[in-house]
C-alpha cells in the first residue's frame, strides 16, 4: 500500500499508465510490476517527493490469521489487488489516518492493532477502481527490471518529442526488430502504443488544469498534429479530448 505525501508525475502498475498526484493512495498486489516516476521538474529536490509504504507478505499473513478465523476474504481481496486498486472517498481517508500511525509507532501492540483495523478495511471497503486489466498478465524476469525500467525512464523523461525507434533499441542494447518483439513480451503493448499512452495520461492531467487550449495540449505532449492527437485521444479513452475537459468541468 503506497501513500503519496507530496509528490507527482507517471505511474505504471500493470498495463495501466496514468499520472498521479499528492493525496495518492493505491494498493498493489503480489507479482504485480509497478514504477512511479517523478515529473523531471521535481526531481532536484527531495522536499517535494514524500511518500509511505505498507508492504504485507501474504502467505505469512494468512498462515498467521489463519489460526485465528476464516481468511476467505482476505484472499479475495489479495486476488483482486493483482489488479492494482485506486481508493477513494471515507477509505481512502481513514487509510492514510492509521498509514500515518503505524509509519510513526516504533513496535508495540497499537501497530499490530492497526494493521488488522487497515485489513478490515480493505476486505469490506468498495470504495476502489481497479487500475490494470482484467486479462493482464506479465512476463518479466528479475533480470528485465533494469532494462525495462531504464526504458520506461527514457520515455518519461522525452515523451515530449518524437521517440526514434532505434534511439531506444540501442538503449536496450538490442536491434529494432529484437527490441519491438521484446516490449511487446514483457509489457503486451507495442512500444508506440506505450508512448502513445504516456502522452495521452499527459495530455489528460492539462486538461484537467484548465489551463491550456486543446491545441497547445497536443503539441505540448508530443503530437505533431491535432488531428493525430484527437484520433489517438479518442482510440484510448473513447471520447474526444473536448468531450473529456467538457465531462470534467461538469
Known amino acids: 500500500m503506497t501513500y503519496i505525501v507530496q509528490s507527482e508525475g507517471k505511474r505504471i502498475i500493470g498495463d495501466s499508465i496514468d499520472s498521479f ?96 483495523e487497515i485489513i478490515e478495511l480493505l476486505i469490506t471497503t468498495d470504495e476502489y477502481e481497479y487500475l490494470s486489466s482484467p486479462g493482464y498478465t506479465h512476463n518479466y524476469s528479475s533480470m528485465d527490471n533494469e532494462k525495462i525500467d531504464r526504458i520506461f525512464k527514457f520515455v518519461f523523461n522525452n515523451f515530449t518529442k518524437e521517440i526514434p525507434l532505434d534511439q531506444v533499441a540501442t538503449l536496450a542494447n ?19 502504443q506505450f508512448v502513445n499512452e504516456v502522452r495521452i495520461s499527459e495530455s489528460c492531467r492539462l486538461i484537467t488544469e484548465n489551463k491550456l487550449q486543446i491545441t497547445n495540449i497536443a503539441f505540448a505532449c508530443g503530437f505533431n498534429s491535432l488531428s493525430n492527437f484527437n484520433k489517438i485521444f479518442k482510440s484510448i479513452k473513447g471520447i474526444t479530448p473536448s468531450r473529456y475537459r467538457s465531462h470534467i468541468q461538469r
Open 21 to 116: 498526484s499528492t493525496d495518492e493512495l493505491t494498493f498493489v498486489g503480489p507479482d504485480l510490476p509497478h514504477v512511479w516516476h517523478n515529473d523531471s521538474s521535481n526531481q532536484d529536490s527531495t522536499d517535494l517527493s514524500r511518500s509511505m509504504a505498507l508492504y504485507v507478505e501474504p502467505k505469512l499473513l494468512l498462515e498467521v490469521l489463519g489460526q485465528l478465523f476464516k481468511t476467505h476474504k482476505i484472499e479475495a481481496f489479495l486476488t483482486a489487488s493483482k489488479r492494482g486498486l485506486l481508493f477513494r472517498g471515507e477509505t481512502k481517508q481513514q487509510l492514510k489516518h492509521k498509514l500515518e500511525q503505524i509509519v510513526h509507532l516504533d513496535y508495540g501492540f497499537k501497530k499490530t492493532i492497526l494493521l488488522l
Open 174 to 192: 538490442m536491434s529494432k526488430h529484437s527490441f519491438c518483439r521484446y516490449f511487446k513480451s514483457r509489457t503486451q503493448k507495442t512500444f508506440v
